[in-house]
């Protein structure tokens, strides 16, 4: 009897929401046996043209047994993908094995409709992921001449295609391992994609507000308001069963009414209602939402799930979805002028594009925006951030020509990889200033349903700072930055001018200066300004003129006690004529003044920064020095290291998990962690354990004179100071008497194994460790071992992929790393041959996330060699990453 063959598992994780060229944004899945009739109504509705070029000739119909052979899929061999909207199908895309089974044959076929939106090549993403999951290493498709535009997707996937031609069909075969050209054209086109989704929801040209009441205070009746006030340039319409008049204008029923169409849709409904609504939207053909209504992160886990229903909904009908809990958005550009906000009024225009996540600090921040009269681009607040993120709109902003610099407070991250890989690129135009708590990735904020994070401390810091990030920990400090950023020119350096009317002051900010790492190149800090306003203010100028143009001086601070005849307003427009003048930062401090009426911690007229305190502007100034350093670094250099093997390393895992289940992690045998480095070029001096003195001797005889012992116990094997190793034993007779007094010397601790191993060059010890955390990926760490990493945790931290600056700044950044450089006369390390082992290790752990931990304990860094001691690898069954080689939103 013939055991019937089981059904294949439906593959739900690779299901995704994706964003098309347009913005619009579509579901895709792998295609099941149930959608047979899906396809046949999309197979019935294309033009004959678009049938002939799939199937080289027509049919206007699919038999039964087509259909069946379409959509009967084991997702191994044979697997297929559609992109709906809604429930329809608007793209189809497939592959075959070959009988070469590293091979498969790929088609698509995308609907009449909705071709021009990028769906061929979202596909085809997709496909080359699950195929290379599946063993699959090349593609090859026979498509007619005249189809040109499959023919392009296949051309411009930035796979390396070759073609040709025979019998009048063009054959295309490429190896689909990703490739740097490739990587490029996904992130080119996610960007583009998800640039043009925000700017549909911040420049849209129609509003609908869904709840506008007439109830005065309410939020609907707010939003409305606002949006009429601001003199938005589009059509308004305002929605609301019940009433037959709000703010003037006749609202209707349902969204569905609304004659025309409608880009952005703002919902302001009760709570238990807001799914019918959207779902309603969806069926209008609305573009976006704004969700303002709250209550989903209070309503506990039934609060959650309706949530992420809300996401699948609006995203499987084409719409980016703002919220919920969203305090709303605004555009100050005047052929926009949208103010969808509960701000009462439009933000003053200016460059500042601004990103913020709950209610509370949305207000807070825009608040303090306000407060400081610094002039706003954008500006979104995503409330619970189901959907629309700080990455769309860092997206949208690099493309933006009225945003010139970018400020964001993040109380969660959802993707921190794509973060990085955005705001590297985004940084190197328009600084970037991120505002985030300490603990922001240990635990969620009400209604948050991301990842968090088990990475060490001060690891998501450190991404940031790779990626250029201005990072603060404050809206106060953020407001510091913007004022900054928005009004002045970056200084070409550290050097720093401090002007002002009281030498005790001048010496404080000088020694703040100091402490911030700037350096004082000039001071003119006893400034006799009580002359009256026509003598003070040339002397003033001639001052600070002169010092800035000193050689040496980049930046001037001036710090100011109240002058009688001295208005603040007269003081800032010299400043700023200085700073036009010479092309350099100018800071001003207005210290002492107590009366309420003078508000001098702001952007004031003609773009001059001031402040009340001299430290907060000093910290400030030293932030964007060090930005404005990092744009003079040569862009990052991302190159792999010679004599590695990625897919041999892929097989031995591949392998080697087949019986790992669940999240256990399995620790691999020194065989096996050998043979994983090695295909890395990775080298582990060889240790052999022993039972008996004479097994110790002959692996001493075998290895080479002279040699340590040391115990397995990996809490002292490498401590000198506990007896856990003995070191350069020089022949058999010393190491059976070192044997003795090793094991009398252990006893207290227990019987303890011990092995033998070649004695490696001396040098300082250090750790090298990497881990595949959930929220970060691959998070590699580097310190030098003993009490600085065990006491005073003084471990540097970066996220791969590592350009050679970011593996040099690694080795570089803990405290301890000056004894790699020489320390009390010992020798300088070979730096070189470690940042080599730091680059391997890192790009294995990026390759390969099956690595759940490994540690190199100790590394000695010797003045001609680098020797990796010991190491620990264990492998696990991975999460996905939250960035992967496919275009998929969050869910």
Known sequence: MVKPELAPEYPAYWEADVVLRDGGTGHLRPMTAADAEAVQVFHMAQSQNSIYLRFFTYKSKLTAKELRRFTELDYRNRVAFVITHGEEIIGIGRYDRLDDPTEAEVAFNVSDAHQ???????LLEHLAVAARENGIGRFSAEVLPENRKMIQVFSDAGYEVHRRFDDGVISLHFDIDPTEKSR??????????????????????????????????????QLLEHVIEGKFTGSVYAVNREALEVSGMMPYDSIGQVPAPVD?????????????????????????????????????????????????????NGMRLVGPASLGLANTDPEV????????????????????????????????????????????????????????????????????????????????????????????????????SDSMGLRLPPGHTVRTTAAPPGALDAMLRQSGVLRVNTIEELSDVAQIVVGQPLPKGPGLAIIGNSDAMGSVVADAAEQHGLRVAAMASNLFLDTGQSKALPLLKRTVLAALGEVGVDSAIVTLLPVVGLTVENIAKTLQACSKETGKPVLAVFTGIVELSVHVNRQMSHDLPAFSSAGAAIAAL??????????????PVFEAPTGVNPKAVEKLLDTWLEDVEGDSLVTLTPARAREVLGHYGIEVLESVAFGSDDEAVAAGQRLGWPVAIKTIDPSLRHRLDLGG????????????????????FLKPYGDKELEVQSMAEVGPSCTLRAIEDPLLGPVVSFGLSGDAVNLLDDWAHRVPPLSLGDTAELVRSPRAAVKLFGYEGLPPGNVSALEDLVARVAMLKDEHPEVAFIEFKPILVGPTTVTVLAVDLRIGNPAQRTDSARRAMIS
């Open 184 to 221: 490029a054209v996904m992130e080119s086109r996610e960007h583009r994609a998800e640039a043009r989704s925000v700017a549909g929801l911040v420049a849209p040209a129609s509003i609908a507000v869904i709840g506008a009441s007439r109830e005065w205070g309410s939020v609907g009746q």
């Open 622 to 635: 030293a932030a964007v020095t060090r930005y404005a350093h990092w744009l003079t670094l040569e862009s």
């Open 337 to 436: 002028s949208l103010n969808a906000s509960m701000a009462p009024a439009l933000p003053k225009q200016g460059g500042l594009g601004i990103f913020s996540q709950s209610a509370a600090l949305g207000v807070s921040l825009f608040a303090a925006m306000s407060r400081r009269e610094i002039g706003m681009s954008t500006v979104l607040s995503a409330g619970n951030r189901a959907d629309v993120s700080g990455n769309d709109m860092m997206q949208f902003w690099e493309d933006d020509p009225n945003t010139t610099a970018c400020g964001l407070y993040l109380e969660s991250i959802g993707n921190p990889r794509k973060f990085s890989r955005i705001s590297r690129r985004l940084a190197r135009s328009k600084p970037v200033i991120v505002a985030k």
């Open 116 to 122: 021009g939106r990028g769906v061929g090549s979202i």
């Open 725 to 744: 190793v003995r070191i350069n034993i020089e022949n058999a007779d010393s190491l059976r008497r070192n044997i003795i007094q090793m094991r009398k």
């Open 264 to 316: 952005l849709a703002i919902i302001a409904v009760p709570y238990d209602r807001v799914p019918a609504v959207v779902e309603q939207c969806g069926k209008a053909g609305v573009k976006g939402l704004v969700i303002a209504t709250a209550g989903f992160a209070d309503d506990g886990e039934r609060g959650l799930v309706r949530q992420r229903a809300l996401v699948r909904q609006a995203r499987a």
